[in-house]
Each structure stands twice: as structure tokens, then as C-alpha cells.
């Protein structure tokens, strides 16, 4: 019987070189990730600043956004997604938060068997779908049949933005109104609260900080949001400077399809590529701080349990 | 002659039959009633965990309510208050009576329930507000419209608390400590100016510097409120109760009533073995 | 020694605990939440039945026809079969690319990296990505892609960028899955002797695999639906002629089905708003066949373990 050296419990060669292999190529596909984070900031910071270098600033300025003849007012774009973001939420505000209220404190099985579902349905609906919609039946049925407004509209396109990010608000404080734990319910009914007390006055506010994360993700998905606005807000060919929710407008996302596709084409034709990447920074730039401010609440929701 | 003589020389009887109603324990004591419990069971679906549980709850006292694990010692407590509503499954049969109305009655809102008979939880569980908004809590919500401030100040007197926590009332009460938590849990049952606290094994949680405040601040409460508490620590129901009822559970694992008497009596010379084999330690 | 107490008292004690009167806060509540149910629930039955009303005379009169025919500025003669195509193979790219390297993100993540501030940099990092609009996603197809690598405006491209698009959400779905394993099975199989590589291999990717799949094959059809990064690499939004082999079509203009319906939106004949109806009819069915499989599936194989 051979007795067992140190030598016998190495790992053997093959093994061992199988096993650094796999380890490489997985560590290989972690650091992509950050490879494409840095591709990404890398590419919108290199062109815009190639932008900012050519472009005469005071068009940054000016009556409104009008690429073909090199006017580039970024307030008519930020305003533009900011209106429509802003009736984006005060749809997918209220309806995300109540449905998920009900989903959490009040829906019995049956019910909830039937509108989680059709939630994630509801999710799973492409944006150029809800960008038809708009055009065709909200602009018309909505917003057309009770003002003047033209068909094309930031209104109907905020309001399609609404629907597009209602299941995400949703579901996201449902998930803070969940994860509030059940003893506090049960002290609140204990003291004689009742369904509606418990819900409105205890767990909506210990779940506060998932609700305020909801929004903020809500926010930042609707001020991203493409085909939509392409679709249903118009302005393809420019725009002035407008707040009037009733009017066509531009969004950032907008102004870049636009831009892309070539509907756009502008004066020093270079210039059409790097505002491109100028708008893109700007729209990165907004998105990150969102979604950075959203972890933070999420954040503070673990802290407290 | 020693106890265990004593125990010997005294014949051991069971004090009463189950399902009869011949030798119910007419609870002790010469204050009023407040719970009249007869033949009251409660089920989960078709499990029952409680089996025809006949007593009475009298005023102003401590009732102790021990037993071993698992049986239905908290099932019976939450009867009092109709948090057994709660769970889906939860039913029940019999009668508990308070200050003589039926408290299953069709017709009676647990909600006001609730507000008059108060409860305090094992783990204590400050709603993450201030201090002052956790005992203002119950009566916003029942609608109180006196001095606010009043009420909230005497509350924490009388949860032994107020000196403790009287400069910081805009703080998180979770950032207290959990004996304080506990008091502050007091506080907040007490300040809807209820008639009756129970107190589902308070001190548990708690090391045994708070557990003894615990029990001078149930010696003060009980000349307000009547107090009835579910604990598994014998010695505890020893030194602070007045009343003793002792649960146990069957074959079936349905819990009932062995016997109930005063805390004296049950710890020196209970009637029945099981009561003297569980107080002795032979089993639970 | 009074028993019980005298019957006016415990009539008045009856009365209150009777109740006050009508919670009318608590129906307000109640009328809240089922108004917003009735809302989303409304809308997406809205929506869904407006496309089909619409998309019925092309289905019901040409629908083979419509399948199989090529782009075309004449809408009696438009079909989708250049988008079917696109789709399926820009979809099949993003499974070959985006899946392996996802999961191999998420391996490395969940059994190989200790947690250092690295690890959780790269885990940041990832979420980050993850809530990037997509067409920022199209800004890095164009910019590196397109114009650096100087491969023009190809399908390899556009699944390249919709793989990059899709890889945060893989590797986020596939890490759950992961850490879903119990460590029981991991201990059990590094106590038998098996190298890290063989107890994934063998113990903890099959047990995790229908979260794996189910993650992938959802992100998948989201992918199905993405327009706006394909707009940005370049995928054809107007009418291209048809392509001959494989290797043409990835290498050749190339569109897909969400950018055929942006296309068909804008144009002002009436008959392609039947057109365009019809092809969100085909673009929903298909996602939600997916979305539907993936779901039964991972209800089937959650049951055996």
C-alpha cells in the first residue's frame, strides 16, 4: 500500500489549468462590463467636447432648436423632456402607487392573479407600440376631443410616457410596501387602527424611501424614453422654444433620432455626429444622477430593517 | 413537615371537569368582572388549538396566563382582543364575555375592540416615527381631539418612561433601547386610555434589569387597568401576578384550562398534578 | 362578590363597541385604488383591441402575403418578411453573444470574486447599465462600431449593440438565480472534491439554469422590442431592396420589425396605418409567446426541485 505524500493532494496539472482557464474567461467577461461603462463615457465625452469646441456658442442659446440651420438651444430639448417627463409622472405617480398599495395591503389572491399579470404585460409592450398608440387613439380621444390642441402633442406623448412607465413604479414600491415588516402592522391594529389607517399611516410611511426610489426611477425611464416622443410629440423638423404641453416639442431622445436618421441634416454636416453625442452626454448625465439618487433611497430602505 | 409532605397529605383532585359547567373557577378576588370566558374554543381551519376554556377575569388584577410551549397560551390572549381576525383561517366557539357583551357578536367592530383593550407584543415594535408621534398614534387614529401633548406626557409617566425620554420626544423611538422600546410600547397601548393591557410575553426579549421594571411598572398599571399576561417564565408569573390560570395542551394539541387560582395557591398547593408537575419542573 | 356587571352598563358598553358610523375615508381609499386598477387594466385592454380592430383588414385579406413580401412605398404590395428576417437573426445574435458572456459575468461575480471594493464597484456598475437609456446604447454601437471599427451600418452591428444593451440585465437575472442555490448543494460538492469550475458546473448552474433561462430569454424579447439603438447604428427605416445568402444579410442593410412600424407611422397614407397596425400586432404576439414560455417554463422546472 503506497502511503499518501504532500505531493499526492496537489491539484493535478490538467485540472489546475481547466481551472484557471475558466476562472480567466469569467473574470474576462466581469471586466467587460466595465469596459463598455468606460466606452461609453469615453465616446459621449470625446465627441461632445469635439462639439463644444466647434460649435459657435451662442447657438447654445437661442430661439430654439433648429440643427439644419445650426441654432442648438439646449433649453428647448431639456424643456421638452422635462414636460414630458413631468406628465409622464403625474400619470404613473398615482397609478403606480395606488395599484401598488392595493397589490400589497388589500388584494386577495384572486385579484392579485389578475392584475400582476396584466402589469407585466403592460411592461412588456414596446415603445414604438405605445408611440402608435398616442398618435392614434390617445392624441384623438384625449386631448384632441376636449382642446385645440394638433395631433401631434407633448401632451398625448406624456401621457403614453405615463402608461410605458407606470408597471415600473409599480412594482418597485411594491416591493418597499412588501418588505415592511408585519409586527408593525400588527401593533397598528392592535391600538385600534383599522385596514385603511394601518396602510395610509404606517406602512406607507416606513415604506417611503422605496416609494421615493420608485419615482426616481420612473423619472429617469420617462426622461430616456425614445420612440414615443419621436413618434407622437413632433417637431421632427426643429422646434421653438415652447412650455405648452398642448404644442408639439422636442425631446432630447427626439432630437437625437432625428439627428440620426437624417431628417436633420444640418449646415456643417460634420456637426450633425457630435451633437449627436452632445445631446446623448447631457441625456447620460441626467439619467446617472437619477438612477444614483434612486440606489441611495434603496439604500436607506435596507438601513432601516 | 416538609412541602413535599404537605403536597402528599393533601389529596390531589382534578378541581373541575372539562366541558362541565359545575366547577368553573369563578375567578379570585372581589373586583368586578371584566372577561367572562365560557367554553371558548378557537380553531385555525379544522385544527383547534383551544378547548372549551371557561374562566373569569376580574378588575384591577394581574392574571398570569402560563403553560407549556405551543399551547395556545397567545391563541387565548389574542381572543381577548379579536387579533386572531388576523389570520384568515382563524374561528371560533363559545363566548367571551366583557363587561357582559358578547365580544364576537356579529354586530361588534373589532376596531373598537381594540381600543379598549390594549396589547403589547413580545419583540417590542416602535413604528418608525418619533417618540411622540409612536404615543400619539392611537388617539389620532381614534380621533382624539383634546391636548395632544397632555396625553402624551401622561402616558409616558405612567410607562415609567417620560423622565427618560422627555427632552428627546422628536427622536426615533427604534433608537431606544429595547428595554425602553418595551415602555415605550406601554406607553403607546396605554395613551388610548384603554380598560384592559395585554401583554403577550413582554419581557422576553428583554435582559433582566428591564424585565424587572417591567414588573414594578405592571405592580403600578394594574391599579388603573386590569392586566392579564402570557409569560413562559414561571418565576415571573410568581412575583408579579395576582391570578394564575395554567394552560396545557391534550393529546388532541388542543390547549385548555387545567387550573386557575390565586398565584399563591397554584405556586404552594395546587389541586392538580399537572399544574405541580409543570410548576416543579417535570415537564414544559 | 358581584359576578357580572348590571345590564345598563354593559349596554352602553354594547353601543360603543358597536362602532362609531359610516368610515366614509376608508371607501374613498378603496374607490381610489380600484379607479387606478380599472385604469390600467382599461388602457392596456384599450390598446390591445384598437391594434387588432385596426390591423384586421391586412390580416384578414392578406396575411400570408404580408408575411412574405419586401418593403415597399406602395402599402397593397408592403410587407414585413425583411423585418422577420432582421429580427430573428439580430435576436440570434444577442442570444450567441449576449448569453454566455452574461452568465459568465455572473459566475465570476457570485462564486469566484471575494468581496472587495472591486467586486462592488463592477456590481454598481452593472445596475448602472442596466438603467442607461437605450439609445445612449446606439450612441456607443455608432461611435465604436460604426465609425471607429469602420464597419458601416450592418446587422452585425446592430446585434452587437443590442448584445452590449441586453448583457446588464443577463448578468443581473443570472446572478439572482445564482445566489437562489442553497449553499447545502455547494458544500456538498467542494466536499466531495470537486474544483470550484466542476461544483458550478455540475451542481449549480443546472439548479440555477431555469432562472438562468428564463432571465435570458426575457431579455431576449426585450431586445425584440428595442428600436431606438437600432436607428442609431444605422438599421434602415425606409425601403431596401432584398438580400441573397446568409452572409449578405449580415452584412448588408438590414431592419427589423420595431423599426419598420416607426418607419410606417410617419407615413401619411391611410393604409399604412393598417399596415403598421398589423405589425405590432405580429411584434406583440411574438413577445408575449416568449414572455409566456419563459414564464411556464420556469414554473415547470421551479416544481422539481
Known amino acids: 500500500m503506497t502511503r499518501l505524500t504532500a505531493l499526492d493532494l496537489r491539484v493535478a496539472p490538467r485540472r489546475r489549468r481547466r481551472e484557471s482557464a475558466v476562472r480567466i474567461a469569467f473574470a474576462a467577461a466581469a471586466g467587460l462590463t466595465i469596459v463598455i461603462s468606460a466606452a461609453i463615457v469615453l465616446s459621449l465625452i470625446g465627441n461632445a467636447l469635439s462639439f463644444i469646441a466647434k460649435v459657435d456658442l451662442?447657438?447654445?442659446?437661442?430661439?430654439?432648436?433648429?440643427?439644419?440651420?445650426?441654432?442648438?438651444?439646449?433649453?428647448?430639448?431639456?424643456?421638452?423632456?422635462?414636460?414630458?417627463?413631468?406628465?409622464?409622472?403625474?400619470?404613473?405617480?398615482?397609478?403606480?402607487?395606488?395599484?401598488?398599495?392595493?397589490?400589497?395591503?388589500?388584494?386577495?389572491?384572486?385579484?392579485?392573479?389578475?392584475?400582476?399579470?396584466?402589469?407585466?404585460?403592460?411592461?412588456?409592450?414596446?415603445?414604438?407600440?405605445?408611440?402608435?398608440?398616442?398618435?392614434?387613439?390617445?392624441?384623438?380621444?384625449?386631448?384632441?376631443?376636449?382642446?385645440?390642441?394638433?395631433?401631434?402633442?407633448?401632451?398625448?406623448?406624456?401621457?403614453?410616457?405615463?402608461?410605458?412607465?407606470?408597471?415600473?413604479?409599480s412594482s418597485v414600491a411594491e416591493d418597499a410596501m412588501h418588505a415592511v415588516p408585519d409586527y408593525l402592522r400588527e401593533a397598528s391594529y392592535g391600538l385600534g387602527a383599522r385596514r385603511r389607517t394601518t396602510s395610509v399611516r404606517v406602512v406607507v410611511p416606513a415604506a417611503v424611501s422605496g416609494i421615493v426610489a420608485a419615482l426616481l426611477l420612473g423619472i429617469s425611464r420617462a426622461i430616456g424614453e425614445t420612440m414615443i416622443v419621436a413618434i407622437a410629440a413632433g417637431a421632427t423638423g426643429g422646434s421653438l422654444f415652447s412650455v405648452n404641453p398642448l404644442a408639439p416639442g422636442q425631446?432630447?431622445?427626439?432630437?437625437?433620432?432625428?439627428?440620426?436618421?437624417?431628417?436633420?441634416?444640418?449646415?456643417?454636416a460634420a456637426l450633425t455626429f457630435e451633437s449627436l453625442f452632445f445631446v446623448g452626454l447631457l441625456l447620460f448625465l441626467m439619467t446617472l444622477t437619477l438612477n444614483l439618487a434612486s440606489e441611495a433611497f434603496v439604500r436607506r430602505v435596507r438601513r432601516q430593517y | 413537615m416538609t412541602i413535599t409532605e404537605q403536597r402528599q397529605a393533601v389529596e390531589v383532585r382534578p378541581r373541575m371537569t372539562i366541558g362541565t359547567r359545575e366547577a368553573e373557577p369563578v375567578g379570585v378576588g372581589d373586583t368586578q368582572v371584566v372577561f367572562d370566558v365560557q367554553a371558548f374554543s378557537a380553531y385555525y381551519g379544522s385544527f383547534r388549538a383551544l378547548k372549551e376554556i371557561t374562566f373569569q377575569i376580574r378588575e384591577h388584577q394581574i392574571t398570569a396566563i402560563i403553560g407549556p410551549s405551543g399551547c395556545g397560551k397567545s391563541t387565548l390572549l389574542r381572543g381577548f382582543n379579536r387579533m386572531n381576525d388576523l389570520v384568515q383561517s382563524a374561528h371560533s366557539d363559545g363566548q367571551i364575555l366583557y363587561h357582559g357583551v358578547d365580544l364576537y357578536a356579529p354586530d361588534v367592530d373589532p376596531v373598537e375592540v381594540r381600543r379598549r383593550i390594549g396589547m403589547v407584543f413580545q419583540k417590542p415594535n416602535p413604528f418608525p416615527k418619533s417618540i411622540y408621534d409612536n404615543v400619539a398614534f392611537g388617539p389620532r387614529v381614534a380621533g382624539f381631539k383634546g391636548d395632544m401633548g397632555e396625553r402624551v406626557e401622561q402616558s409616558l409617566r405612567r410607562a415609567a418612561l417620560w423622565d427618560e425620554v422627555k427632552d428627546k420626544l422628536t427622536t426615533p423611538g427604534t433608537a431606544l433601547s429595547g428595554g425602553q422600546q418595551q415602555r415605550l410600547c406601554i406607553a403607546r397601548a396605554i395613551a388610548v386610555e384603554p380598560d384592559v393591557i395585554l401583554m403577550d410575553e413582554p419581557c422576553s426579549a428583554l435582559d433582566p434589569v428591564a424585565t424587572l421594571r417591567i414588573e414594578e411598572l405592571m405592580h403600578e398599571l394594574k391599579q388603573n387597568y386590569t392586566i392579564v399576561i402570557v409569560t413562559h417564565n414561571m418565576q415571573q408569573a410568581a412575583r408579579a401576578s395576582d391570578v394564575t390560570a395554567f394552560l396545557t395542551m391534550g393529546e388532541d394539541r388542543a390547549g385548555y384550562l387545567v387550573e386557575m387560582d390565586s398565584t399563591d395557591k397554584i405556586f404552594t398547593r395546587p389541586e392538580h398534578r399537572l399544574t405541580e408537575d409543570y410548576i416543579t419542573g417535570r415537564f414544559g | 362578590m358581584s359576578a357580572t356587571?348590571?345590564?345598563?352598563?354593559?349596554?352602553?358598553?354594547?353601543?360603543?363597541?358597536?362602532?362609531?358610523?359610516?368610515?366614509?375615508?376608508?371607501?374613498?381609499?378603496?374607490?381610489?385604488?380600484?379607479?387606478?386598477?380599472?385604469?390600467?387594466?382599461?388602457?392596456?385592454?384599450?390598446?390591445?383591441?384598437?391594434?387588432?380592430?385596426?390591423?384586421?383588414?391586412?390580416?384578414?385579406?392578406?396575411?400570408?402575403?404580408?408575411?412574405?413580401?419586401?418593403?415597399?412605398?406602395?402599402?397593397?404590395?408592403?410587407?414585413?418578411?425583411?423585418?422577420?428576417?432582421?429580427?430573428?437573426?439580430?435576436?440570434?445574435?444577442?442570444?450567441?453573444?449576449?448569453?454566455?458572456?452574461?452568465?459568465?459575468?455572473?459566475?465570476?461575480?457570485?462564486?469566484?470574486?471575494?468581496?472587495?471594493?472591486?467586486?462592488?464597484?463592477?456590481?454598481?456598475?452593472?445596475?448602472?447599465?442596466?438603467?442607461?437609456?437605450?439609445?445612449?446604447?446606439?450612441?456607443?454601437?455608432?461611435?465604436?462600431?460604426?465609425?471607429?471599427?469602420?464597419?458601416?451600418?450592418i446587422l452585425i452591428v446592430g446585434g452587437l449593440t443590442l448584445a452590449i444593451l441586453v448583457l446588464p440585465i443577463v448578468v443581473i437575472t443570472t446572478s439572482e438565480a445564482l445566489r437562489a442555490v442553497p449553499a447545502s448543494i455547494r458544500e456538498a460538492a467542494l466536499g466531495v472534491g470537486a474544483t470550484r469550475w466542476e461544483m458550478v458546473r455540475s451542481h449549480v448552474l443546472p439548479y440555477a439554469a431555469p432562472g438562468i433561462l428564463t432571465g435570458t430569454i426575457l431579455s431576449l424579447a426585450r431586445a425584440f422590442g428595442e428600436t431606438a439603438p437600432?436607428?442609431?447604428?444605422?438599421?434602415?427605416?425606409?425601403?431596401?431592396?432584398?438580400?441573397?445568402?446568409?452572409?449578405?444579410?449580415?452584412?448588408?442593410?438590414?431592419?427589423?420589425?420595431?423599426?419598420?412600424?416607426?418607419?410606417?407611422?410617419?407615413?401619411?397614407?391611410?393604409?399604412?396605418?393598417?399596415?403598421?397596425?398589423?405589425?405590432?400586432?405580429?411584434?406583440?404576439?411574438?413577445?408575449?409567446?416568449?414572455?409566456?414560455?419563459?414564464?411556464?417554463?420556469?414554473?415547470?422546472?421551479?416544481?422539481?426541485?
Do not use: C
Not at chain 1, 431622445?253 to 437624417?262: P, V
Not at chain 3, 352598563?9 to 379607479?35: I, K, N, P, T
Not at chain 3, 448602472?128 to 471599427?149: C, R
Open chain 1, 58 to 169: 451662442g447657438a447654445l442659446w437661442s430661439d430654439g432648436w433648429f440643427p439644419r440651420r445650426g441654432l442648438y438651444d439646449i433649453k428647448t430639448i431639456v424643456a421638452g423632456t422635462l414636460i414630458i417627463a413631468g406628465i409622464a409622472m403625474l400619470v404613473a405617480a398615482p397609478l403606480g402607487i395606488a395599484t401598488a398599495l392595493y397589490l400589497s395591503e388589500y388584494a386577495g389572491r384572486r385579484t392579485r392573479s389578475i392584475l400582476k399579470p396584466a402589469l407585466e404585460l403592460l411592461a412588456a409592450i414596446p415603445s414604438v407600440v405605445l408611440g402608435f398608440f398616442a398618435l392614434t387613439w390617445i392624441s384623438p380621444n384625449l386631448i384632441q376631443a376636449f382642446t385645440d390642441a394638433p395631433l401631434f402633442s407633448m401632451a398625448s406623448a406624456g401621457i403614453a410616457v405615463g402608461i410605458l412607465v407606470t408597471p415600473l413604479v
Open chain 1, 251 to 268: 425631446t432630447m431622445t427626439a432630437a437625437m433620432t432625428s439627428l440620426a436618421i437624417g431628417s436633420d441634416q444640418v449646415r456643417g
Open chain 3, 5 to 153: 356587571t348590571s345590564p345598563s352598563a354593559s349596554d352602553l358598553v354594547a353601543l360603543r363597541l358597536r362602532g362609531g358610523g359610516f368610515d366614509w375615508r376608508s371607501y374613498v381609499l378603496h374607490g381610489a385604488m380600484l379607479l387606478a386598477m380599472v385604469l390600467a387594466l382599461g388602457i392596456l385592454i384599450v390598446l390591445l383591441a384598437d391594434v387588432a380592430v385596426r390591423a384586421l383588414p391586412v390580416l384578414t385579406q392578406r396575411p400570408i402575403e404580408f408575411l412574405t413580401s419586401d418593403l415597399s412605398s406602395r402599402p397593397a404590395r408592403a410587407g414585413i418578411a425583411q423585418g422577420l428576417e432582421g429580427s430573428l437573426l439580430l435576436v440570434l445574435f444577442v442570444a450567441v453573444l449576449a448569453m454566455p458572456i452574461g452568465v459568465g459575468a455572473a459566475v465570476y461575480l457570485e462564486e469566484y470574486a471575494r468581496d472587495t471594493r472591486v467586486t462592488r464597484f463592477v456590481r454598481t456598475n452593472i445596475r448602472n447599465l442596466a438603467g442607461v437609456p437605450a439609445i445612449v446604447y446606439g450612441l456607443l454601437g455608432l461611435a465604436v462600431f460604426v465609425t471607429l471599427l469602420g464597419l458601416g451600418k
Open chain 3, 230 to 305: 437600432l436607428l442609431m447604428v444605422g438599421a434602415v427605416a425606409g425601403t431596401f431592396s432584398a438580400h441573397g445568402g446568409l452572409i449578405d444579410q449580415l452584412t448588408g442593410s438590414y431592419t427589423a420589425l420595431p423599426t419598420i412600424v416607426f418607419n410606417w407611422v410617419g407615413q401619411p397614407q391611410d393604409e399604412f396605418r393598417s399596415l403598421t397596425a398589423a405589425t405590432i400586432v405580429v411584434l406583440v404576439a411574438v413577445i408575449l409567446l416568449v414572455n409566456g414560455t419563459a414564464i411556464v417554463l420556469r414554473n415547470r422546472y421551479d416544481r422539481r426541485w
